[in-house]
């Protein structure tokens, strides 16, 4: 398949990176460049009208994040970008002279990433490190310093957690400053942040400007604006929603340098579509300025990422099921905290075995912590494809889609790894992770998370422009860390022998619509639309072969009931591949390099709207902990001899393989417009 290998060898040819000036938000006279504009970007030399897959990592948090922060995390937004880039990096925990006792780099750099640091406590983590600082010396940032770990508590409660969580209404005026004290008191228009913050949060508001201008700059420097176009970064920040724990996080993604002159955070804006208007206002109203929202770990939601009334209990409506859809193109389907594709233990996604990889044991952010007290087992509703056929059963009654989203996967390192999703020599990411600050004994991270993943989107060269188009139009596809390329279009008349030709491509651009396009009304005399899905494996040494290629439809019956299905359309699925645990060294069925199947739908139905997208699957492979747990020589028929920080080599909880994949973004079929 000519049009996949020179995809590959043009990933290969990408060198070199630039530095350049910066122009930021707002173009405030305190920008790093001082207001100038920034300079204008050369045509690129590698200009493709068919589009290329470009790889990279949108979900990386820095320094600037309480949670890195407080884990002993000190690389910084530049340092982000320099990894990405393909520089190394040193780790911690560091030694008694400052310097870092691990190591990491890339294999293979990035085309593109984005610094997504929590925006809620910007300045309430400025203060307390920078002796510089007024409030360096208060009380609450002495308590930051000398107990990080119960700070990182304390400070989430006293803002992101307890925000739009119903209050006291206070009885007079004159004690109104209980809610500046306690977050059990207000009317629901002050802001609650620490004492040491000042009136209204002044002191923390004025200091969040630092970072900001910081991350703006670092993506600045890092844009390759030559012909070269080896790099994109973009400016972008996380909006960390999570009442009482339960996940509600989106990253903010700007399409440009010029961004409001704060981050809207959910301390301010403490519901999705409160952030929503405010980007209109603050962002989409300004010359220039563009952004969507990528919402991550519904897995982590419990019900609420997918539910179906906004934030004061009233149902949808088609207004708001437009505006969820106009800023959230993407959905991040699988990251450091497992994959939000399906749930393999109820409902329709119990007879998919393939929904069992890396789901979290847990609904909300709590995860272990406090006994369980606060979390239970996951849910249905809050994974994706639940949430792809809910949407088409709120179109049919709205008009509208509130729930169509393509599909990316990220890291969400803390540790300023940008990409660093492979299994081999995974240094953990921290976060909800296992914290290295002062050292790691046995396994780098917590059992039950993973390295996450890679977005990969199709445009015509590496740049903002053509990046951002692509992710607006929803023609991306997620990975678990693997570089597969997969192509996925639909048609009504997508030639049946496609696969064989060397115009694959341009065939399906000209028949059809790529993944995350809606098909056009069928032209008279079609009975059902066809699919052309090819896949070629990640060409790297380390990468496993392909296994199988599958179609996954979803549908809502005329009853109303939600209906799924997992085709196999290439490949084999009884494969006898397999790994020996031992070694970790592949067995039994070698696998594809490539697969590629044109494929119709048997049960079309013209009068029920449906999705569908693509999954490709490799062989088995060890999982990270797996490779760690054999380099140790870990032996679990002896329980005394393991050592310690290994004991969850034996954990039989958690699977010893992964089988790591490819998700395309869907493509729609709506009925109303047949």
Same mark, same amino acid.
């Given at each position: 398949?000519?049009?996949?290998?020179?995809?590959?060898?043009?990933?290969?040819?990408?060198?070199?990176?630039?530095?350049?000036?910066?122009?930021?938000?707002?173009?405030?006279?305190?920008?790093?460049?001082?207001?100038?504009?920034?300079?204008?970007?050369?045509?690129?030399?590698?200009?493709?009208?068919?589009?290329?897959?470009?790889?990279?990592?949108?979900?990386?948090?820095?320094?600037?994040?309480?949670?890195?922060?407080?884990?002993?995390?000190?690389?910084?937004?530049?340092?982000?970008?320099?990894?990405?880039?393909?520089?190394?990096?040193?780790?911690?925990?560091?030694?008694?002279?400052?310097? $870092?006792?691990?190591?990491?780099?890339?294999?293979?750099?990035?085309?593109?990433?984005?610094?997504?640091?929590?925006?809620?406590?910007?300045?309430?983590?400025?203060?307390?490190?920078?002796?510089?600082? $007024?409030?360096?010396?208060?009380?609450?940032?002495?308590?930051?310093?000398?107990?990080?770990?119960?700070?990182?508590?304390?400070?989430?409660?006293? @803002?992101?957690?307890?925000?739009?969580?119903?209050?006291?209404?206070?009885?007079?005026?004159?004690?109104?400053?209980?809610?500046?004290?306690?977050?059990?008191?207000?009317?629901?228009?002050?802001?609650?942040?620490?004492?040491?913050?000042?009136?209204?949060?002044?002191?923390?508001?004025?200091?969040?400007?630092?970072?900001?201008?910081?991350?703006?700059?670092?993506?600045?420097?890092?844009?390759?604006?030559?012909?070269?176009?080896?790099?994109?970064?973009?400016?972008?920040?996380?909006?960390?929603?999570?009442?009482?724990?339960?996940?509600?996080?989106?990253?903010?993604?700007?399409?440009?340098?010029?961004?409001?002159?704060?981050?809207?955070?959910?301390?301010?804006?403490?519901?999705?579509?409160?952030?929503?208007?405010?980007?209109?206002?603050?962002?989409?109203?300004?010359?220039?300025?563009?952004?969507?929202?990528? $919402?991550?770990?519904?897995?982590?939601?419990?019900?609420?990422?997918?539910?179906?009334?906004?934030?004061?209990?009233?149902?949808?409506?088609?207004?708001?099921?437009?505006?969820?859809?106009?800023?959230?193109?993407?959905?991040?389907?699988?990251?450091?905290?497992?994959?939000?594709?399906?749930?393999?233990?109820?409902?329709?996604?119990?007879?998919?075995?393939?929904?069992?990889?890396?789901?979290?044991?847990?609904?909300?952010?709590?995860?272990?912590?406090?006994?369980?007290?606060?979390?239970?087992? $996951?849910?249905?509703?809050?994974?994706?494809?639940?949430?792809?056929?809910?949407?088409?059963?709120?179109?049919?009654?709205?008009?509208?889609?509130?729930?169509?989203?393509?599909?990316?996967?990220?890291?969400?390192?803390?540790?300023?790894?940008?990409?660093?999703?492979?299994?081999?020599?995974?240094?953990?990411?921290?976060?909800?992770?296992?914290?290295?600050?002062?050292?790691?004994?046995?396994?780098?991270?917590?059992?039950?998370?993973?390295?996450?993943?890679?977005?990969?989107?199709?445009?015509?060269?590496?740049?903002?422009?053509?990046?951002?188009?692509?992710?607006?139009?929803?023609?991306?596809?997620?990975?678990?860390?693997?570089?597969?390329?997969?192509?996925?279009?639909?048609?009504?008349?997508?030639?049946?022998?496609?696969?064989?030709?060397?115009?694959?491509?341009?065939?399906?651009?000209?028949?059809?619509?790529?993944?995350?396009?809606?098909?056009?009304?069928?032209?008279?005399?079609?009975?059902?639309?066809?699919?052309?899905?090819?896949?070629?494996?990640?060409?790297?040494?380390?990468?496993?072969?392909?296994?199988?290629?599958?179609?996954?439809?979803?549908?809502?019956?005329?009853?109303?009931?939600?209906?799924?299905?997992?085709?196999?359309?290439?490949?084999?699925?009884?494969?006898?591949?397999?790994?020996?645990?031992?070694?970790?060294?592949?067995?039994?069925?070698?696998?594809?390099?490539?697969?590629?199947?044109?494929?119709?739908?048997?049960?079309?139905?013209?009068?029920? @709207?449906?999705?569908?997208?693509?999954?490709?699957?490799?062989?088995?492979?060890?999982?990270?902990?797996?490779?760690?747990?054999?380099?140790?020589?870990?032996?679990?028929?002896?329980?005394?001899?393991?050592?310690?920080?290994?004991?969850?080599?034996?954990?039989?909880?958690?699977?010893?393989?992964?089988?790591?994949?490819?998700?395309?973004?869907?493509?729609?079929?709506?009925?109303?417009?047949?």
């Amino acid at each position: 398949m000519k049009w996949i290998t020179d995809n590959v060898a043009w990933q290969r040819t990408l060198l070199g990176l630039a530095l350049l000036g910066l122009s930021a938000c707002g173009r405030s006279p305190e920008s790093a460049a001082g207001g100038v504009a920034p300079p204008l970007r050369q045509d690129c030399r590698n200009i493709s009208a068919e589009r290329q897959p470009f790889f990279g990592d949108l979900h990386i948090h820095t320094t600037y994040s309480l949670d890195a922060n407080t884990q002993g995390t000190v690389l910084k937004p530049a340092d982000a970008y320099r990894f990405a880039r393909g520089e190394a990096l040193g780790l911690q925990p560091y030694d008694a002279n400052g310097e $870092p006792t691990r190591r990491a780099q890339l294999d293979r750099p990035l085309d593109f990433a984005a610094v997504t640091d929590h925006a809620e406590l910007f300045g309430e983590t400025q203060i307390c490190t920078n002796a510089d600082e $007024p409030g360096y010396d208060s009380l609450e940032c002495r308590f930051y310093r000398a107990q990080p770990d119960n700070a990182f508590v304390v400070f989430n409660l006293f @803002g992101p957690g307890f925000t739009g969580i119903p209050k006291i209404p206070v009885p007079l005026p004159a004690l109104s400053f209980l809610s500046q004290l306690s977050p059990l008191f207000g009317d629901g228009e002050q802001i609650l942040r620490l004492p040491y913050c000042g009136l209204n949060g002044e002191r923390c508001l004025q200091a969040a400007r630092t970072p900001w201008r910081d991350m703006q700059a670092a993506a600045e420097a890092a844009y390759d604006r030559s012909s070269d176009c080896a790099f994109t970064s973009f400016v972008g920040y996380e909006y960390t929603a999570a009442p009482l724990s339960n996940n509600l996080h989106r990253n903010v993604i700007f399409a440009s340098d010029v961004v409001p002159e704060l981050p809207p955070s959910y301390i301010d804006y403490p519901a999705p579509e409160y952030l929503w208007a405010a980007l209109d206002e603050q962002c989409r109203s300004v010359d220039g300025c563009d952004v969507l929202t990528i $919402p991550h770990n519904s897995n982590l939601s419990a019900g609420l990422m997918f539910q179906t009334r906004d934030d004061r209990g009233r149902a949808y409506t088609a207004e708001f099921a437009a505006q969820r859809q106009r800023n959230e193109p993407l959905a991040e389907i699988y990251q450091h905290k497992g994959q939000s594709e399906c749930l393999n233990t109820m409902g329709a996604g119990a007879q998919d075995e393939l929904c069992g990889f890396e789901v979290m044991p847990y609904n909300n952010l709590t995860g272990d912590r406090f006994g369980g007290l606060n979390t239970g087992p $996951p849910m249905e509703q809050d994974f994706l494809r639940e949430a792809l056929k809910e949407g088409l059963r709120q179109q049919a009654t709205l008009g509208v889609n509130p729930f169509k989203y393509g599909f990316i996967g990220s890291t969400d390192t803390h540790l300023a790894t940008s990409g660093n999703a492979d299994e081999r020599n995974f240094p953990g990411h921290a976060g909800a992770g296992l914290n290295p600050r002062d050292g790691i004994t046995g396994l780098t991270d917590v059992i039950e998370t993973s390295p996450g993943g890679l977005a990969v989107l199709w445009a015509e060269q590496n740049t903002r422009e053509a990046l951002f188009a692509a992710m607006q139009r929803r023609e991306a596809y997620a990975t678990s860390g693997n570089r597969p390329v997969l192509r996925f279009f639909g048609g009504w008349n997508l030639p049946t022998n496609l696969c064989a030709r060397a115009d694959l491509v341009t065939r399906g651009y000209a028949d059809g619509v790529p993944m995350g396009a809606d098909l056009p009304p069928a032209p008279g005399g079609s009975t059902a639309p066809r699919f052309a899905v090819s896949v070629l494996r990640d060409p790297h040494p380390s990468a496993g072969p392909l296994q199988r290629l599958q179609i996954i439809k979803g549908w809502v019956a005329a009853d109303g009931s939600k209906q799924e299905r997992v085709y196999d359309v290439a490949g084999r699925r009884d494969s006898s591949a397999g790994v020996d645990l031992d070694t970790c060294e592949p067995t039994g069925d070698p696998g594809f390099a490539s697969l590629c199947s044109v494929w119709q739908d048997p049960e079309f139905d013209a009068a029920q @709207g449906a999705f569908y997208y693509a999954r490709a699957v490799e062989n088995p492979s060890c999982r990270w902990a797996t490779q760690q747990c054999v380099a140790a020589k870990v032996d679990c028929s002896a329980p005394d001899s393991v050592p310690e920080g290994f004991e969850d080599c034996c954990n039989a909880d958690f699977p010893k393989t992964i089988q790591e994949r490819a998700w395309s973004s869907p493509i729609w079929y709506d009925a109303a417009r047949r």
